[in-house]
Structure formats: C-alpha cells, structure tokens
C-alpha cells in the first residue's frame, strides 16, 4: 500500500480522533448468566453430557432427540426460572413458528440456528416427560456442573478487569453495538458456542472438564462481531456498495455467501483475544481452517490487517475491511494465484485446535 506521507499523517489522526471517540462511547455492560435449565434442555433435547455422566442417573435413552438446534435453552437461560413448569409458558412461542426468526417489535427473535423444521407438539412431549427428571438432574447439576461455571466465570470475570473485550471490539471494528448490555451465559452442555439476537447474548460451553481455559476474546470476538455487523441487530454488511460484488465473487469461486461473515468472525476471534494478550500474537487462525474458500479469506484478512489499522480512511469499518479484502482475493488477477479448489463447508472448520479456539458450532 504505497500512500504518501501526509495521507499516513491524517490515517493516524484520524485513528487518534476514532479512539477518542470511542473511548468517550458508553460502554456495553456484561452481564454473566447460568442456568440449570439451559443445561438440562441439552441434555434433554440432544442427549449431550459432554464430561458428566448423566445417563447413568437420568435414562433418556427411550426419549427422543430433537435434530435442529434450538435457541430455546439460550432463551431460557435469560429468565430467572424459579418452577420447570415456566418452560411451557415460554415455549408457545414455537407454536406455528415456521420460521427461524420471529419478528416482534422491536427487535427479532430467534428461535433456531438452522434451517431444519421443529415441531411444537414435540417439544412439548419431550418437555412434559423431562420433567419428573428435572429434580435428579438439578441435584446432580448443584454439585458437578454449577461449580464449573462459576469457575469459569469467574475466570472471564478477571479477565474483563485485564481488558474490556467490548470496548476493545468496538474500537477494533470501528463499529458500536446497538444496544448496552450483553448477556455472557455459560452452559456447560452446549456443543460449542453461540449468539443469540434480542437480548443480545453469547454462550458458551466450559470447552473441558476442569473449565480451566477461559478466553473472552476467543468467544467475544467470533459472536460478538456477528452481532455487530449481522442483518438482525447489526450494522448490516450486505446493504454495503460492495457486498454484492464480493458475494458473488465468493459464490463463483466455490464458497457461499455467509463464509465472507463467517470468515471474518474467526478472524476476529483470534485477533480480539491477542489485541487483549490473552492469546500469542503468532497464532493464526487460518492455519486451523480446512474449507479452502474460508481458509483464504481469513489468511487474507491476516496480511491485511494491519493496513486496516494504520488507513480507517481507507476502511471506515470493520465491513469495508471484510469485503475490500475479499473482493481482492477473490478477484480474476487473483484467482490464478491462490489455485481456488471447490469443498463444501464442514462444520468442523469452526471449531478448530479442540479447546484452544472456541468458534462457534453455529455460523
Ligand atoms: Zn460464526
């Protein structure tokens, strides 16, 4: 990038006036949540025990699982859920829902991951039979997984003191988060991470069985920066001039449109937790990727990262960052060069390095 001098004179003023200008923005709470409920509706819907054996205690085997992954635990792991039988209240809301978000005014709420269809009536079964378990699983949950996750939060506790993960975000993607609080909820039997829309909350699992390994900016960085620039609560990155021309680019090259979203939220899980120092500076996240087209995109970001960081007249946000890159990668000049090959996204990519890299099961 060969710009002269006085144009790098005013890329560093202006990167003065930006960290002023969020350092004077009002600051995003965190707010850490647990809930027994939540993990009990991982266990119950997806039979998931993770470290804990609780099929010897609870037998479910006879009971059904549910093949779309919900957000109806995150959901639940909201409310201060004082009786089981409050979950039947909040589950009318998957009555006759087809979609997987469901609009209320004045922000959406999302009430799956996929695209895969649910039945009410199910729910409601399964609900109804977990029941009479509920209360062995409780006793079991109040002495071998809640100290888990107060252990873990703890640990993002001190880490927060170190670094404001939110502020850090918001000052590395040049965008503000639209609301000011975010909800952190520790579910020890997630399969992995996740973000959920209104309220805006982010959850995750303890990633092994001593919950010993915390990294904020791992989990913060990957969903918070779907929330900052998603088309639901975020500043929308694909009303962008560009996000048409960098679509299709990636289309044509074998990828789908969500990889560009994608791509960026694991590079950006990486790189909040080592602008936090929480993670060595010479880990790169594309190293742990197998899918080619995210694989480039994410090394893209990497070599381009630092020009985004000395030029914001060059890339006001985050998203012009996202697409100019991969506009360039993607680009015919480039194509030749990077040798494009065709997979179909794996999931696994996400959640690469087993507890190192939190990912996200869910794009
Ligand atoms: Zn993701």
């Known amino acids: 990038m060969n ?4 144009v790098l004179f005013i890329s560093i003023t202006l990167s003065f006036t930006k960290q002023n200008l969020y350092s004077k923005t009002k600051e995003v709470k965190i707010k850490f949540v647990y809930s027994p409920y939540a993990d009990f509706l991982y266990f119950l819907f997806y039979h998931n025990q993770r470290w804990f054996n609780l099929d010897s205690i609870i037998p479910v085997d006879s009971l059904p699982t549910i093949q779309s992954l919900l957000t109806f635990p995150e959901m639940v792991a909201l409310k201060n859920i004082k009786d089981y039988k409050e979950l039947y209240k909040l589950l009318e809301i998957y009555k006759n829902a087809t979609n997987k978000i469901v609009v209320f005014k004045p922000k959406p709420i999302l009430l ?3 695209s895969l269809p649910v039945s009410y009536d199910t729910l409601r079964i399964l609900i109804k039979k977990g029941e009479k378990y509920f209360p062995t699983f409780k006793k079991y949950w109040k002495q071998n997984i809640k100290p888990l ?3 873990l939060i703890d640990k993002w506790k001190k880490e927060l003191d170190s670094c404001h993960v939110i502020k850090k975000l918001q000052e590395l993607t040049r965008l503000k988060f639209s609301f000011d609080t975010i909800y952190v909820g520790c579910i020890a039997l997630h399969f992995s991470g996740s973000a959920y829309f209104y ?8 990633f092994n069985k001593e919950a010993n390994s915390p990294d904020l900016g791992l ?3 990957h969903e918070s920066t779907h929330l900052l620039i998603n088309e639901y609560v975020g500043k929308n990155w694909k009303k962008h001039p560009l996000a048409e021309k960098a679509i299709s680019l990636v289309i044509k090259n074998g990828g789908k449109e969500y990889y560009i979203e994608e791509a960026l939220c694991l590079f950006m899980q990486v790189k909040l937790s080592q602008e936090c120092n929480f993670m060595r500076q010479n880990i790169k996240m594309s190293d742990y990727l197998k899918d080619p ?3 480039k995109l994410c090394k893209g970001f990497e070599k381009n990262w630092e020009n985004y960081k000395k030029y914001p007249d060059k890339y006001p946000t985050i998203i012009d960052f996202m697409l100019k890159t991969a506009i360039q990668i993607f680009s015919k000049n480039y194509s030749s060069y990077i040798g494009i090959r065709r997979y179909k996204y794996s999931s696994s990519d996400s959640s690469p390095a087993g507890s190192i890299f939190t990912g996200a099961v869910v794009p």
């Open 112 to 114: 799956k991951h996929d």
């Open 149 to 151: 996750e107060e252990k």
């Open 3 to 6: 710009l002269v001098k006085y």
């Open 293 to 295: 087209i995210l694989k």
């Open 219 to 221: 989990l913060i960085g």
């Open 199 to 206: 309220p805006p909350a982010i959850y995750s699992t303890i």
